[in-house]
């Protein structure tokens, strides 16, 4: 009997679902022709603006550029310094490495994989023993749960630090009764295509209740744009997102509600599996992921056996991240906490990432289940 070939994500089962709409959508824009800044990008803000709770969004070029236009927003500069986590994709870091400003890596939680808050007083000792002025923190919502925010934002707030959420796994996600979107002052998110919300290329947005905030956010979208259009009030980028990836994701918001609740009982049936192993990732009691990932962490020993047991079977899986931020060459110049990232440099030899989509039958996830169970 062949292996069946199970993938991580599957966007070709949610593009069969809506085709006919997103070609429709697709038509209306070809039709318009206004490709840059056409009236998707202002309907599909709005829209955002709904689900998320937030006053303003602004839709960007990728989930890259909405990070680093939230530091160009916080006016980042060479000697700040800004304490994020020593685990996640290398755009949260690049961010402040753009403006001149240094990363201290702190180390995350083991069964999160989200910033441990009690390491961000080592982190900003770390950083004034180093001669960096620490300026903000920069969270990650990884794998789609997001982080502790009630206590980032109480330590923020005593230390005078800004703080800005890096959702780019966790649009859909909430903390209690709140969104992602309208968890911190700015949260930035990416439309990349397998991202829980994902778009047919590449796509972010910002979310803020400030007033002055938003607007710089959108200055700083169209180059710094002034009152007028070759005003240039402060340096910016080309940071919009296309009208044709704002036509599709309307139609993407349509099923997004539905597709997450899927996704939730996928984890749900995995977790219940895996509980017994304990080797399921924990959700925090007021937190609902967006489950952009489901990861699981297993002894050292034996990760890389199980992984290819699976493949064996036909069963993608993958390592997000294969190394921590400061063993990678691009960031030897940031500061580490002090004590280091012990956990940060473990997960990537124990932790594994398994198929996860909204459309993975009953049948599938125990394939997966039986599958890992029996590899381990
Ligand atoms: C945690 C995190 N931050 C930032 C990004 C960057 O988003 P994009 O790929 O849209 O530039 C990603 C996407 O891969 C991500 O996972």
């Known amino acids: 009997m062949n292996a069946p070939d199970i993938t991580l994500v599957d966007l070709r089962a949610q593009q069969a679902r809506i085709r006919p709409a997103i070609e429709r959508a697709i038509a209306r824009v070809l039709d318009h022709g206004q490709y840059i800044m056409g009236p998707e990008i202002d309907e599909f803000e709005t829209?955002?603006?709904?689900?998320?709770?937030?006053?303003?969004?602004?839709?960007?070029?990728?989930g890259t550029d909405a990070l680093l236009m939230a530091m160009m927003a916080k006016g980042v500069r060479p000697g700040d310094a800004v304490l994020c986590p020593g685990f996640t994709y290398t755009a949260t870091p690049e961010s402040i490495v753009m403006l001149?400003?240094?990363?201290?890596?702190?180390?995350?939680?083991?069964d999160t994989f989200n910033i441990d808050v009690s390491q961000l007083d080592g982190g900003l000792r770390s950083a004034r023993q180093q001669g960096a002025r620490p300026i903000g923190i920069i969270a990650v919502d990884l794998f789609g749960q997001p982080a502790n925010y009630a206590a980032l934002c109480d330590f923020a707030k005593r230390e005078g630090l800004w703080i800005i959420a890096d959702a780019a796994q966790s649009f859909g996600g909430r903390l209690g009764n709140r969104a992602v979107g309208s968890l911190t002052e700015i949260t930035a998110t990416s439309f990349f295509p397998s991202k829980p919300l994902?778009?047919?290329?590449?796509?972010?947005?910002?979310?803020?209740?400030?007033?002055?905030?938003?607007?710089?956010?959108?200055s700083i979208r169209l180059h710094g744009r002034g009152v007028s259009k070759y005003d240039v009030a402060r340096l910016g980028i080309n940071g919009r997102l296309d009208t044709l990836q704002a036509a599709i994701l309307l139609e993407k918001l349509v099923i997004f509600a539905d597709e997450i609740v899927a996704r939730s009982e996928v984890a749900a049936r995995y977790s219940a599996a895996f509980g017994a192993a304990g080797i399921q990732p924990i959700i925090s009691r007021r937190a609902t992921s967006a489950w952009a990932q489901y990861t699981v962490?297993?002894?050292?020993?034996?990760?890389?056996?199980?992984?290819?047991?699976?493949?064996?079977?036909?069963?993608?899986?993958?390592?997000?991240?294969?190394?921590?931020?400061?063993?990678?060459?691009?960031?030897?110049?940031?500061?580490?906490?002090?004590?280091?990232?012990?956990?940060?440099?473990r997960l990537p030899r124990t932790s594994l990432s398994l198929p996860m989509h909204p459309y993975l039958s009953v049948e599938t996830q125990d394939y997966v289940i039986r599958s890992l169970l029996g590899a381990i």
């Open 297 to 345: 962490t297993l002894p050292e020993a034996r990760r890389d056996h199980v992984r290819q047991r699976l493949r064996a079977q036909g069963i993608a899986t993958e390592v997000y991240y294969p190394r921590a931020l400061d063993e990678q060459p691009a960031f030897q110049d940031c500061i580490v906490v002090s004590g280091g990232i012990p956990i940060a440099r």
């Open 198 to 218: 994902g778009c047919y290329g590449d796509g972010g947005a910002l979310f803020t209740n400030d007033d002055t905030i938003a607007e710089s956010l959108r």
């Open 47 to 62: 829209r955002l603006a709904t689900i998320s709770g937030a006053k303003h969004v602004i839709t960007c070029s990728s």
């Open 100 to 110: 001149g400003g240094v990363p201290v890596f702190v180390d995350v939680e083991a």
